[in-house]
Each structure stands twice: as C-alpha cells, then as structure tokens.
C-alpha cells in the first residue's frame, strides 16, 4: 500500500510538472485543435462531396451536411464495399451502425496516440536524469516506484488529452453536421478518447521506456518516434520474413507491436476490448520495465 | 538507539581504470555534524553519491541507521541528501515541489503543509513558494535545494557544497540554520570552505584520494584543547618563567607572526587554567595582543596534506 501511496504522490508531481510545463501544454492544446481541424476537414469533404453528388443527380442540396452520408453509410452497396476493404468480419459489425462522425474522431485518435504518446512523455524521464531531478526522488521512493508513477502520471496526460480531443470533436460534429442532437455523440465520442486511451498505454509504455535509455530529452524524443516506425514496420517485415524462410510461426511475434491489439478496441463488446486493453497495458509494461532494467542497472 | 548513524568501510568506486573511492572508510557517529574535507577529485562527491544509493560501488558496505545500505522503502524520511549539480525541475513550484517531497516520504498532508511552509521561511522565500524554480536567481534555487533536505527532519542529511552561491547574508541565515540543528540530527557536510566547516562542525574527515586520510572531533583535529596561540607585541625572552608556570607545557616563538605557541601535551591544565596562569607572566614581559586556542581547520588540514 506504501508503495502505491509512493506512486501516487510521483504521479501528481508528474502531472504537477507537466501542466506547468508550457510544452506539456503546448502538445495538449495543438491536439485538441488537430482533433477539431481532422473533423472540420472531414466534414468539409464529406460536404463537397455531398453537393458533387446533389448535383449529378440533381436532387435539392442540403443546407447542412451529414445527410447524404448517413444515408451512404446505411446503404448495402457502400457497408459491402466498407466491409471488403476491413476484411475484418467482427469489426465490420460494431462499427456498421455507428455514425460516421465518431468514426471520423476514432480514426484520428488511433492514428495520433503513438505520437501523442511520444510527444508528451518521450523527454520526461531523460530530461530528469540529465538534469539530476531525479535524485530528489530517488531518496524518497524507489527507483521502480518513481518508473511506475512517470507512467501513472503520463498516463492521466495523455487522458486529458484524449478528453479535451473527445469535448472538441463532439462540439465540431454538433455544430457542422445534421441530424444530431446536442448530447447524441459525447458518450461515443468519449467512448472511443478511452479506447484510444487504452492504446496509447502502450505507446506510453515504449515512449517512457525508451526515455530511460537517455540522458537527453530531445534524443528520447527522437528515439521514440524512431520506435514508433519500427512499430509500424514490424508486420510487414514479420510477414516478408515468415513468407520467405516459410515459417509461419514467425506471424506470432505480431503481437509484441501495440498495432496487434488495435482492431481488438474497435470492438462493440466488452471481452474484445478487455483483452485488448490488458494485451496493450501488458506490452507498455513490457517496454517500461526493459528501459527501467537498464535505468536500474546504472548510477542515477 | 544506535551510536553509530553511519558507516561506510572498505567502500571502492571505479570508473573503468579511475578509482574515484579506494577502500574509503568513515563512521560518522549519531548527533555529529562532520564536516568532509579534501581537494577537488577527492572522492566526497562520490562517496555522498554512494551512500544516497545514486551511485553503484564497485565493493564495500554501507550501512545507514544500522539498516544497512539505502533503500528508499527502509529510509526515506530519514536520510536527505542536497546533491551536488542537481538541478530541480524547473517548471515546478517551490512550494508544490516541496509540498509534493514531503509527501513522497510518507508524511501526511496536513504535516507535509507544515513542514513546508516552515522551511521555506527558514530559507526566507516563503514569499516565492508559487513563482517557478525557472524565475528564481541561483542562490535562491540553492535554498530550496537545502530546504527540501529539512522537510519532516530527516535523521542523516547529507550537503554537499551548501554555500555555494549564497550571498553573505543568506549564507550565514543557512549557518545559524545548520547550528541550531547540531546534535538533533546527523548532518555530514562537504565544502571547501573550511571556516564554514570550522564554525558549524563537531567532527572533521580528511579525505585524498578516495580514501579518509584522518577522522577526529574538530577539538582533537584542531588541538583546541591543548594548545593556546598567544600574539604578543614582542619576544618573551624569559623562557624559564613561563615554563614555571605552566609545568610540561612547551612554547615555541614564531617571529614572523609574533606568535607564542604553547602546546600542553605533558600538562594536565587546560586552556582556561593555562591561560590563567601564563597571563602574568606574559604581561610582565611584553603586551599580549590576541589570545586564540588550537589550530585553525585551515593549519590543521594544510599540515596533514604536508604530513601525507
């Protein structure tokens, strides 16, 4: 119980530093406003492409847009072609009913949680250990203990993050688009900012992990996002490898990448994204301990 | 309760083939304050370093309140440390920062409250708790360093280099600070300003080459028991009076200073006795200008280094 008491109070230290911190603050706010440009965008798009589309089939334009996509959304021909392009049976069936507009704010919140990840907490620990911050800690909890509350307090970040990106793009959806009511998208919108959540503990993990590897926080940096595109090369060169040397075994090493557990957290029930979520807490603990063994083997 | 607050023997630190501590022995018993003296590169960084658990030692034992060597689960909220080169974070709050340090050692919210609030006005910048650490100048940035080493009075603190950019007011606040700590709490201080160990320490330790050269009280390190520096206006030239007086003391004439030096090693009188009973034959011979005890922590330590 100490200790988690211990972990706790390096947490909100944690949080404490980031929200004074104005780079913290800058990464937070210029998410937001990419959460709110990437739905303004889409929904720009999905206007022209709804008054091209009013036009060749000379139907009356709508004032608002939504309309003409929603009825797509819902048509067979477009959820047959939707469907053979995720060739993922499962998945295709949560997220058929699902209103394009959360699919739009769930797009963006997967692809940007690495970065998000690796943004905000790449440098904090490197920067800790160059500077010596850490010693201050170090007398008063231990090493894991300080590891373990970076992370708890990344973690509640990157939460406010995904919340605030939640709030924004609900406001952009009410506003822009037709057909929904004032509080039809928060609890969805919210929804997904927590499924995003759950994959950016893994990303938050490798981020964090990395940064003990350093005493440079801009290296850290650098490394995570060097991470991330091996993360994202992985896949592809298990499946060359294991189609070369045919050795189908090697596909099984897919899931040391959080991309793995990605289409598990677009699932509507729970047992998915339960296992999902623990698969990906599992593999930011993975990357956190690997960085902390090495923090842990050398003088602070 | 246990005499000894801590030991350190046999202690070896390497940095490849540089030894930084070579079987650096030291006891520091409980209620002292020892001061560590020594050149640049002497390894007292180094050793503090070793004793907080920053440093991995090559061999050798620690044992810290008889629990042996750091461990953050055993000790923290007794053992405090003011690193040397160990920047605070500098977005943070002194007052948070502090606040938050003191609760990370276990205590609780209202005493966390408390303790800050009264080591911020004992470094005096109770009014610059809520300013970030960025906006404060170096001196003051020191003194949240010392007071995060107070908070919840820590049993063993360790200061290294603790003056270091304090302005001549602040520094002596920070001394009268330390004095009214000796004997409540164990305190083990680095500088190489040796009047500040000589005004604030109970014990001295050598330190050359990674290793504790010489350890004592400052009393027996400085002889202030048993010598006595008389400046006086001219040479004494009846030797023979004074030796009466003061049987088994010897004296010896430094002209350069106009220094008598009487050193009691054979004598069972102290200073005072001594000093009484030298005076009138002093004074029956020449003025008597200035009358110090012991040696200087300065002579003392320049003396050992010419001995090793």
Known sequence: MKSLFRIGQVALAECAGAVHSRRALVILVLYLLSSVFCMVGTISILGKMESELANVLQLPESQRTGVVSVTLWKSKPFQRMVKASLKNNLVYDDIVGRHPAELVYAWFAFLCAPLLAVLVAGNRVADDLRSGAVRYALVRVTRLEWTLGKYAGQVLMVALALAASAIGAWLVAMFRLSGVGMFDLLPAMFGWGFRAGLYALAWLGLALGVSHLTRSGSRATALGLMAIAACAIWPFGLRCWAEYAEWPWLLHFDVLVPSSAELALWRRSFVPLFTGGVHLFTLGMCYLMLGHAVFNRRDA | ?308
């Open chain 2, 1 to 308: 309760m246990i005499a000894v607050a801590l030991a350190t023997r046999n202690l070896v630190k390497r940095y490849g083939s540089r030894v930084a501590l070579d079987n650096c022995t030291l006891v520091v018993p409980r209620g002292a304050m020892m001061g560590l003296v020594g050149p640049n590169g002497a390894g007292k960084t180094t050793w503090m370093m070793a004793v907080a658990g920053f440093l991995r030692v090559s061999s050798g034992t620690i044992d810290l309140l008889g629990r042996g060597p750091f461990d953050a689960t055993v000790h923290s909220g007794r053992f405090a440390i003011l690193p040397q080169d160990s920047a605070l974070p500098l977005e943070a709050h002194p007052g948070d920062l502090l606040y938050r340090y003191a609760r990370m050692q276990g205590l609780s919210p209202e005493a966390a409250r408390r303790s800050t609030t009264e080591m911020l006005a004992a470094v005096n910048l109770a009014d610059r708790a809520k300013s970030s650490i960025r906006s404060l100048s170096h001196g003051m940035r020191m003194r949240v360093r010392l007071a995060q080493c107070f908070l919840g009075s820590p049993e063993v603190v360790l200061l290294d280099e603790p003056l270091n950019g304090l302005d001549p007011v602040e520094a002596d606040r920070i001394r009268q600070f330390l004095r009214r700590r000796r004997g409540r709490q164990t305190i083990i201080v680095s500088s190489h300003n040796l009047n500040d160990i000589e005004t604030l320490c109970t014990h001295v330790a050598f330190v050359e080459k990674g290793r504790v050269t010489h350890t004592s009280t400052l009393e027996a390190i400085t002889h202030a028991t048993h010598r006595v520096t008389y400046t006086l206006a001219a040479e004494p030239m009846d030797r023979a009076a004074l030796a009466a007086t003061v049987p088994g003391a010897t004296f010896v004439w430094t002209e350069a200073t106009h220094a008598l030096v009487c050193t009691l090693d054979n004598s069972n009188d102290d200073v005072g006795t001594v000093n009484r009973k030298l005076l009138p034959a002093l004074l029956a011979q020449t003025d008597v200008l200035a009358i110090s005890s012991g040696q200087t922590l300065e002579e003392a330590y320049l003396q050992s280094e010419r001995r090793n």
